[in-house]
């Protein structure tokens, strides 16, 4: 697409030259004689394309997000009217007998089938300085069996392993302000959570540290007033998974007072097997009301902050549009005043009040291409910056770490917003110019 809108900035003002008559010598000239006015006035759209961009890159991020969450074929269960998995209670009677249903798929004679307890947490900040949030919201999730959990999910590890049956390891030697014999939590972290907690560190910490981006394996922080030690980082990238800690379910439990599951993932054989087991857990299933959804149904669902964000992104938009019209129409009406005598000179050797009127829109077109492409160049540098959000749907939402993405269709919005104001800023101070008359112009 980005292609196409390139070539027909080409053509356009390729078209504008051989309707125009007016030699683009003549065009880049003027430029250049008012060219603290010309780069003023580019600047303005160099900063609003590449505010724009960044916005874009900021929704566009997190749709990837939500919409790269859940497997094909895996049904999420909550509580029955729970809207949110952390307002879902389920007994783990109600559990035992939803796995045993046989639309659920078997791996090594075991249903696939992942019993998890989702919370978000509120974690101090340390070493936050001044003017700077003291607290954060961290997401936990408690899992039974998490070798399980992660061919559910379909989440591998990029370091480290998955935390043991236990959940805990015993400090070996007096360090991070512990005594020997500690216990510490084990934890395995999404990419995303990892960097976050990462900033945290003192300068002497991240000089001794293996990883200076994020927390790496071996590494420590504290929640709940316990010390938990880094044993694993997921390959989470894309997913709101890279925002979750995920630790036994039993220790959190016991740490946060949450002593019921939140959550059943299930697999079955497809998506249409999904639809097929959410429909009959609905209606046919009468041992326990629960509330089913396809997973990736329900994570798609969380993409009400980004209507939101893209409400105000458009409002914005049109606020810096107008602007930028205004800017470049000033721009172009001060160089038609500047040029009148030039003006008169061109219509008395020939040239067709359209020539003049080409004329200008050219220019116009010009100063707000050069400006969008230079905003074009410095919003592709925000493309993979990380950033903090909240996905919302219906019920709680969800604090996420995500990559900002550029792709060639904001691009294209960028270029096609540029080329709209360019020429609706040219034609008024064009009009104006095409209906003076030769003889009073030059008096």
């Not at 002497?204 to 929640?223: H, I, P, S, W, Y």
Request: glycine share 8%; proline share 3%.
């Amino acid at each position: 697409m980005i292609e196409t809108l390139l070539t027909l900035a080409a053509v356009l003002i390729a078209s504008l030259l051989a309707v125009g008559k007016v030699p683009l010598g003549y065009t880049l000239r003027s430029l250049t004689v008012r060219w603290r006015t010309t780069v003023l006035t580019a600047l303005a759209f160099t900063a609003m394309v590449t505010l724009l961009i960044a916005m874009l890159a900021f929704v566009n991020g997190m749709q990837i997000m939500t919409e790269g969450t859940g497997v094909p074929g895996n049904v999420m269960i909550l509580a029955d009217g729970a809207t949110d998995e952390a307002f879902s209670n389920l007994s783990v009677a109600d559990l035992t007998e939803i796995e045993s249903e046989p639309a659920i798929v078997t791996w090594q004679g075991r249903p696939m089938v992942s019993r998890e307890t989702y919370l978000v947490v509120n974690q101090m900040i340390p070493n936050s300085s001044p003017g700077r949030p003291q607290r954060r919201f961290l997401q936990l999730r408690g899992l039974d069996d998490p070798l399980m959990a992660a061919r559910v999910h379909e989440i591998s590890l990029q370091s480290g392993t998955w935390f043991s049956d236990a959940g805990v390891r015993e400090l070996e030697e007096d360090a991070h302000g512990e005594v020997k014999g500690s216990t510490l939590i084990e934890a395995v972290l999404g990419e995303g959570v990892a960097r976050e907690l990462g900033r945290d560190r003192t300068a002497e910490q991240l000089a001794r540290a293996r990883n200076r981006q994020r927390l790496d394996v071996g590494d420590t922080f504290k929640l709940g007033n316990r010390l938990w030690l880094v044993v694993g980082v997921m390959r989470s990238s894309g997913s709101t998974f890279n925002s979750e800690i995920w630790a036994k379910r039993a220790l959190i439990a016991a740490i946060f007072g949450k002593n019921t599951y939140t959550t059943l993932v299930v697999r079955t054989a497809d998506d249409q097997s999904a639809a097929a087991f959410c429909q009959f857990l609905k209606e046919k299933y009468t041992k326990a009301p629960v509330s089913p959804q396809v997973e990736k149904n329900y994570y798609a669902s969380l993409q009400e902050t980004n209507k939101q964000f893209l409400v105000a992104i458009i409002f914005i938009t049109i606020v810096m549009s107008v602007g930028g019209v205004f800017g470049i129409m000033n721009t172009m009406f001060a160089a038609v005043n500047q040029r009148i005598k030039d003006i008169g000179v061109l219509r008395l050797v020939g040239y067709a009040p359209e020539h003049v009127l080409v004329a200008i829109l050219l220019e116009s077109l010009l100063i707000a291409m050069l400006g969008g492409m230079f905003g074009c160049a410095l919003g592709s540098l925000c493309h993979g910056m990380s950033a903090t959000s909240v996905v919302a749907g219906v019920g709680m939402g969800k604090s996420v770490a995500l990559q900002l993405t550029v792709d060639s269709t904001i691009y294209a919005v960028a270029i096609l917003l540029t080329l709209v104001l360019g020429i609706l800023g040219g034609l008024l101070p064009g009009l104006s110019a095409m209906r003076l008359k030769p003889l009073e112009a030059l008096r």
